[in-house]
């Protein structure tokens, strides 16, 4: 039986991101089964339009967010989450997108870990990182961010300076 989260509570969901549940209710829209109970939610990175998910079905990803000591001990051991190593540019953009599909913090880290080295591998270098690399970082940096600041209670924009002190330090 899968979990059950609250109105009021943020998860991450496979096809939304980071989502806040803004209600639990039965058949939310008109023709959805009345006997079906459904997860209101709205992505916090695209407010655009809301997310219904069946509450029962097993075969979506959601999670609950990291708490308080799940995200500092994240921050602790990121000098011992490890990049990514591969050369080959598809190659790497396939781990990239594997890493994104386990829907974990720890995997954001190495993505940004591995795009971050890339990137000052070789400063000189005009074009360092690819677009559709850049946009999986962004992805992930987002997720990550959010995901920690949410945590935490800090804004982004401190995550994003400790995250930045701390790949500094790392290399």
């Known amino acids: 039986m899968p979990r059950s989260f609250q109105k009021g509570e943020?998860?991450?969901y496979a096809s939304g991101g980071i989502c806040e549940i803004l209600d639990v209710q039965f058949a939310p829209l008109e023709g959805m089964p009345a006997d079906r109970e459904y997860y209101v939610m709205r992505s916090i990175h695209d407010k655009s339009g809301m997310i219904y998910v069946p509450k029962d079905n097993q075969d979506i990803f959601i999670r609950p967010l990291l708490n308080f000591e799940?995200?500092?001990?994240?921050?602790?051991d990121l000098s011992q989450i490890l990049p990514i190593v591969e050369e080959n540019g598809k190659l790497l953009r396939n781990k990239y997108l594997e890493a994104m599909q386990k829907?974990?913090?720890?995997?954001?880290?190495?993505?940004?870990?591995t795009a971050y080295a890339r990137k000052n591998e070789f400063p000189d270098r005009i074009q360092?990182?690819?677009?559709?690399?850049r946009n999986l970082v962004a992805r992930a940096k987002g997720f990550l961010y959010t995901e920690l600041s949410l945590a935490l209670n800090i804004p982004e924009k401190e995550i994003a300076e400790r995250m930045e002190a701390a790949l500094l330090s790392s290399l």
């Open 10 to 12: 943020h998860v991450f």
């Open 70 to 76: 799940g995200a500092e001990k994240l921050l602790g």
């Open 103 to 113: 829907h974990e913090p720890s995997e954001w880290v190495r993505i940004i870990k």
């Open 128 to 133: 360092r990182l690819s677009e559709g690399e």
